[in-house]
Structure formats: C-alpha cells, structure tokens
C-alpha cells in the first residue's frame, strides 16, 4: 500500500525553481532515500511534503488523500513528522519541554508521559538530561532529541533530513541503527542524506536527485553498486 | 547636595514605582510581539491609550447610571479593567489579522511602516469618537482612589522628607505587579506560554510540532494589547486627565524599557520599565540640583535617553538579554 505518493510537484524559491517535476513512492514499511548533492532539491522535496515550502504544481498524496499545500501544523496531525535539517531543536528550551512541544496537539497527561517513556526507550541519553536546556547538548543528542520529538506524534510516515549531519561516525551508527528499530516498529522512513553510503546501506529503496529532477532509482543495493552513483556520490 | 537629594528619596522612589510600573506593562507588549515577530509594535502605545479611554468610558458609564455611585471603588475598578483588556485584546488581534499578517513576509520595513500607520489611525479614531461623544478629545475621568495619604517618613529616619502619595499608587503596583507575575507564570509554565517561546525561537519547526503559529502568534498579540489597555486604565485612574497622544510618548518610553532589559526577554522588560520609572523620577527630582541649576526638570527625558546610550553602549543585548550567537 502506498503511504506517499508525490506527482511531478514544482516548487520555487522565489524566481528560482528548486523542484522541477519531482515524482516518487513511498509504500508502507519501507525505508526510502532519497540522496543527491548540496542544493539538489532534497530538503525542499521534504519541505514541500510537509507545507513548510509552497507547491506550485503537481500533486502530493498521503494514503490516497491530497495534502498539497497543507499548512505544516495540519500534515503532522495527519501523520507526518518531520524532522528539519539541522535538527533545530529549540535551544532554550528544556529537552522535556522540547518533547512536550512535540506532543503539542496530544490530549491528555498519562499518554504524553507513555509516549515520552517509549522515546526514552530508544534514546536513554535523554531521560538524564531531562531538565538541561536543548542547546546546551552535543550535536549527536540534539539529534536524538529532534528525533524524539518527532516521535511524540506517533508518525506513519517520519521524514528525516540529514541525521548524520555534522556527527561524529560511532554517533552516525547509532541514529541509523535507531532508524531501522523505528521502521521494524512499523514506522515508514523518508530519509534524506548526503551520506549516501550509509543511507543505501539501510533503504529499501533509493531516489538520486540532480538539479530538481529524479534522475535514477532503484533498490538500495542497485544503486550502491551503480556505477555513476558511485563515482558521484560515493567516491 | 547629597543630603538634599536624600531628602526627596522616598517621594521619588514612590513616583518612580508608579511610573515604572506603567512603564514595565506597556514594555510587555513591545518584548512579547518584538520576540514572536521580530516587530517593533508601534501601535502599541496606541493601545494603552485606547484602554485608558475605554476604560474611562466605562468607569463614566456606570457612575453615570443611578445605581453607580452606590458600587463599591474596587468593584469597579475591577470591571473596567476586565471589560478593557478585553477590547483591547480583541483589538490587537484584529490589528495583527487585518495590518501585518498580510505584510508578514514581506521585509521588515514594510510591517514597520505599517505599525506607524495604525499607531495614526488609532490616535485619530480615538480622537474623533471621544469629540463625538463628549464634546472635546481630552477627557478627564471620575477620580477614584485619590485620597491622598502622608508617610510621615521623618519622623523616624530625620535624613528624609515626608513622601505623599494617593490611594491609587497602591491599586496601580499592585494590579502591575499582578499581571506580571501571571504573565511570567503562563509564559514559562504553560503549554501554551512554552508555544509562544518555541514559536520564537523557530517559527518554522514550531509548526512541525503541530502548533498553530497563527494561532499563537493571535494569542500574544490578545494578551500583550489587554495587559496594555488594562495599563492604560490604571494611567487613567492615577493621573486623571487623558488625551489621545499619551501613547505616542509613553509608548517610545516603554519600548526604551523594553530594549533597556534586552528586546524579546519578558523579565528584561518588566525591569526594564522599573529601572526606567526611578531614574526619570530622580532625575525630575534632582536635576536642576546636580548641574547647578542649568538643566531643569523638563529634561529629565533627556536623562532617561543618555542612560539608554550607555546602556547600548556598554550592553548591547540589554541589562537582562542575552548577546545572540550564531551556532552553525
């Protein structure tokens, strides 16, 4: 079943076209990639999914219903988290307090107090620094902690744009093994990188992007042993 | 000189509590918007001075009906406070809906003009229905509280002078102090107080968090216009006579507290306005005593701005604000 369908959207900055007809899928239970250079479009791809970035063409469908131009507050009721490039996590505010903004439309104490419990779970580094201000952590526990947050939405769908950012290889590990427990939890990952080797090595499947436009998919393995992705993105 | 200037010590520490006080509000407003938006509400000052005159209406209204006189002060000083800060709540929200949502991504010149615009409007709005209604646009309201009270300080501490105040100097710190320590209390306890400081922090990923950002962004203009035009009401009470520009002066003081305590750091703002209310008061008080009689009283706002130069000067972020880094 498909839990993400993008048709051919086009989305500008301004007068300039970041995305110039960009289509995919993304079914239920897989991990998806989509990797590309600085400036390829894959944050905005992201964004345009999200409602951060106004769509001017083309269609996005979330479980057959169209959410194009959806506000971004509305998607993530729907189901959609997303956490932005560059973790932006809110720095003065507490990691618990940080969570609690994650879990902003959830009614009711005992299940955001479960839902915070079940993040700790996956990220114990966060339950000792429950009361220290979100911007005073390293960059590896910050990430943890946006992804936290994105989790206390119970997502479908949890789009991640570049985890590995900026971290520390032992820290890289550890984010994309929390990734595939999170998809074996039944989450579906969109997952954004750079790090196209590690993001293959784990996707279902992958998408290159090039100047706005898909220009090669296939399985994570197809692509890792492609010769052009290999020379372009893992040299 | 100094045992003069300790003389008058408690009657400048009296004024400039009162004033402060005003000052401190009315700086809530600036910080709050200034931190959610990036705005300098210039409007601002312009709904403190709408409350004082709805507030004025209000107090007029009730004491003109039969039954008024026999309501207790309190009661209905409560009532025009309430009905106030409602309006003018309500005011600030439609100001942000109809003046600078549509201009909000456009660059930040463009809000600001736009803010001096509403800031004319409202002063000319104002002008007009209270000619309209009364006959002439300065109004001067019933006089509640103005029994006036002696300290008789000296007597026990012979360096001081007596300090005289009115009733009303109690009423106008203790309902300032009041909103105060509630709107310190919702900002960093509640959940909706922490959206209001996530949705200043980053707008952007406020909304990933499925906050409504117009939404919080309609609620801290509610509640930054209401504690103004409630402001506003107590001016009215503690000095009497109102007219339609008490904003504009009043309104560029408290912004100046509001920058003194560092812009968009709510406890910066409130002693910011304090700290603002005391030098004016000593400086209007001391003035002509410290520079041998060359400057008067009447620069006492002269005085306020130099020590704002030094505060820029030496603490740019402001007494309470925190310098901004840029972490990459």
Redesign the interface.
């Known amino acids: 079943m498909t839990v993400l369908e993008v048709n051919n959207i086009e989305t500008y900055y301004g007068a300039i076209q970041a995305l110039k007809g960009v289509s995919f899928q993304v079914e239920r239970g897989e991990i998806v990639t989509l990797i590309g250079s600085n400036g390829a479009g894959k944050s905005t791809t992201l964004k345009s999914i999200s409602g951060l970035a106004k769509v001017k063409k083309g269609a996005i469908l979330y479980n057959g219903q169209d959410i194009t131009n959806k506000q971004a507050h509305e998607t993530t009721l729907m189901g959609i988290s997303h956490v932005p490039e560059g973790r932006r996590i809110f720095a003065n505010l507490t990691v618990k307090e940080n969570l609690l903004m994650g879990a902003f439309s959830v009614k009711g104490k005992a299940v955001i107090e479960e839902r915070m419990e079940n993040v700790f779970t996956y990220f114990p580094r966060l339950k000792e620094r429950m009361n220290q201000k979100g911007g005073t952590m390293s960059g590896g526990e910050q990430q943890m902690l946006a992804i936290g947050r994105a989790l206390m939405m119970q997502p479908n769908l949890l789009m991640l744009d570049e985890p590995s950012m900026g971290l520390a290889p032992i820290v890289v590990e550890q984010i994309f093994e929390i990734i595939l427990q999170l998809n074996e939890m039944g989450i579906t990952i969109l997952l954004v990188e750079q790090n196209a080797y590690q993001a293959l090595s784990i996707a279902h499947r992958g998408y290159v992007i090039q100047n706005g436009e898909i220009v090669l998919t296939g399985t994570g393995k197809e692509l890792a042993e492609n010769e052009e992705v290999k020379e372009a993105y893992l040299a | 000189m100094f045992q003069e200037m300790l003389q008058t010590l408690p009657q400048v520490i009296i004024d400039g509590l009162t004033l402060g006080s005003v000052y401190a509000v009315v700086a809530l407003g600036y910080t709050m918007v200034y931190g959610i938006l990036q705005l300098i509400n210039f409007a601002h000052g312009e709904i403190f001075m709408t409350g004082a005159y709805i507030g004025t209406a209000v107090l007029l209204i009730i004491l003109g009906m039969g039954f008024g006189s026999s309501i207790p002060s309190l009661l209905l000083l409560i009532i025009a406070l309430v009905i106030t800060a409602l309006c003018t709540g309500l005011l600030g929200m439609g100001i942000e809906r109809v003046a600078y949502r549509p201009v909000r991504r456009a660059p930040r010149l463009v809000a600001l003009i736009t803010a001096v615009g509403v800031s004319f409007i409202l002063q000319d709005v104002v002008r007009i229905v209270a000619e309209i209604l009364t006959g002439n646009y300065i109004v001067t309201g019933p006089s509640l509280f103005s029994k006036q009270i002696t300290i008789p300080v000296s007597s026990f501490l012979s360096v001081f002078n007596d300090a005289s105040l009115k009733v009303s100097f109690f009423i106008v710190l203790i309902c300032a102090i009041g909103m105060m320590i509630s709107l310190d209390f919702f900002v960093n306890k509640t959940?909706w107080g922490?959206?209001i400081?996530?949705v200043s922090?980053?707008r952007?990923?406020?909304?990933?968090?499925?906050?409504?950002?117009n939404k919080v962004i309609a609620i801290t203009f509610f509640i930054g216009s209401s504690l103004g035009g409630a402001t506003g009401v107590l001016f009215a009470i503690q000095y009497g006579t109102i007219d339609p520009y008490i904003g504009f002066i009043l309104g560029i003081k408290a912004f100046i507290a509001a920058v003194m305590g560092g812009i968009g750091n709510i406890r910066g703002a409130m002693f910011g306005g304090f700290l603002l209310g005391l030098i004016e008061m000593f400086a209007s008080a001391n003035l002509s005593l410290l520079t041998g009689g060359i400057f008067g009283a009447e620069y006492k706002d002269v005085f306020a701005f130099a020590i704002l130069i030094l505060v820029l000067l030496f603490k740019p972020e402001g007494l309470l604000g925190k310098a901004a880094t840029e972490?990459v």
């Open positions: 959940k922490t959206a400081r996530a922090m980053d952007e990923t406020a909304a990933l968090m499925s906050i409504n950002v972490k």
